[in-house]
């Protein structure tokens, strides 16, 4: 049985698992009555709500501190973390996007000093990720949407930084210290920068490579391991998602051949990210899979590839449907994802926008199918929507999520 205890707002701290809302669920801002408290803007939100109290589970997370179950204090990160204040989606989107951008011409820049053999300007690396994470710590779900729709035209840049956001997002889920979080989104953006040192017209060609090619396509690992050296990076977590996010579970990969847990926890989240951003990205040779697609691919190479124990955390986080997924109801209806629920990955809230049974369009709505009572109660997600094909119908996704009540 579960050790609850009823709390006040003002005991309410990072850590604390909710395990009821002391109000109707229409009447908070969080899609889910059962949560862990991740940082003080969920604490600032519920308060913002007029929420006076609720009860915590002191088995899954914090207890009050006077209680005989407390845990030792927060540490600095988590404290510095708390004091972060909220802001709002239509907001924080604004700033994510900007962020995104500048994130793009850094990395531009550095595989452009890393091509010519210069020196890194880590600083600014840090610098970014440092403002990303803090995107992160505001409101979450502003970067989420952004690295879901981000356009990945050309390869390794922009892949980079795909990496280093869903890296991001991934450590911020699972709660951990602001530093961590950065070094993971450094580690994201550095992962391929051995790139630089294969020629371009191997790295640029199109279909498949010969194996003489693909040989010298793996040397990157080896080059980015020099640039690390040359430049002084020393960060157990950037090294292991740059050296090890080609290695396999099962012992099939590269460079070392390196097999279960001598793979470090950031190599294998790396790999499995990695191996996700390139089979959902538009290539020369291929079209990106869908995200639903991508993670029954990625479900697969669990089972031999991948710890399936990891892949788990990784999709728990990401969900089945990310945000910005097209999916047809069994209502016939059409909607976007907004997020998704912990408790069922295949019951999101979503944005209903169209109607394909009467062939009209419907005032954006918001529906949370997670709720198993009331007026959507049997609707669910029947399957993806290919966005493409609904083009003269479909909204700009980031409004129409914003614009949803």
């Not at 047809?328 to 069922?344: E, N, Q, T, Y």
Request: one cysteine or more; charged letters at 20%.
């Amino acid at each position: 049985m579960p050790k609850l205890r009823k709390i006040h707002i003002d005991q309410a701290m990072v850590g604390m698992f909710v395990a009821s809302l002391d109000c109707d669920w229409t009447a908070h801002p969080f899609w889910l009555s059962r949560f862990c408290l991740r940082n003080a803007a969920q604490i600032d939100m519920l308060r913002q709500e007029g929420i006076q109290s609720f009860y915590i589970d002191t088995e899954k997370g914090r207890d009050i501190p006077h209680a005989t179950s407390a845990p030792a204090p927060a540490s600095n990160t988590a404290t510095k973390k708390s004091q972060v204040r909220a802001t709002p989606l239509s907001h924080e989107l604004g700033l994510a996007r900007d962020i995104v951008l500048r994130t793009e011409a850094i990395t531009q820049n550095l595989m452009k000093d890393a091509r010519l053999g210069l020196r890194l300007d880590v600083a600014a690396l840090h610098g970014i990720s440092s403002e990303l994470s803090g995107s992160l710590d505001r409101n979450a779900l502003a970067l989420r949407m952004v690295a879901q729709m981000y356009s990945k035209d050309a390869y390794t840049f922009q892949h980079s930084v795909s990496v280093a956001l869903l890296l991001m997002i991934l450590q911020h889920y699972q709660g951990a210290p602001h530093e961590i979080v950065v070094e993971a989104g450094m580690g994201g953006l550095l992962h391929d920068i051995g790139k630089t040192r294969i020629p371009l017209q191997l790295l640029n060609k199109p279909g498949r490579h010969t194996a003489e090619e693909r040989q010298l396509m793996r040397e990157h690992v080896r080059f980015s391991q020099q640039i690390l050296d040359e430049n002084g990076i020393h960060s157990p977590i950037i090294r292991a998602i740059a050296l090890q996010h080609h290695e396999r579970f099962d012992g099939t990969g590269y460079p070392l051949g390196l097999a279960g847990g001598a793979i470090s926890v950031y190599g294998q989240q790396a790999a499995i990210i990695d191996v996700y951003d390139a089979i959902t990205s538009d290539r020369c040779y291929h079209k990106g899979l869908p995200a639903p697609v991508a993670i029954k691919k990625i479900f697969e190479l669990g089972k031999n590839h991948f710890d399936p124990k990891v892949v788990r955390e990784v999709v728990h986080c990401f969900g089945i449907y990310p945000p910005g997924t097209l999916v047809r109801l069994a209502s016939g209806k059409l909607a976007v994802v907004k997020r998704h629920a912990d408790g069922d990955l295949t019951r999101p809230e979503v944005v209903v926008f169209f109607d394909t049974l009467r062939n009209q369009r419907l005032k954006p709505e918001s529906i949370n199918l997670a709720i198993r009572y009331g007026p959507h109660a049997d609707d669910h997600v029947v399957h993806h929507e290919a966005a493409e094909h609904w083009q003269a119908l479909l909204p700009d996704i980031h409004q129409l999520l914003l614009d949803s009540p």
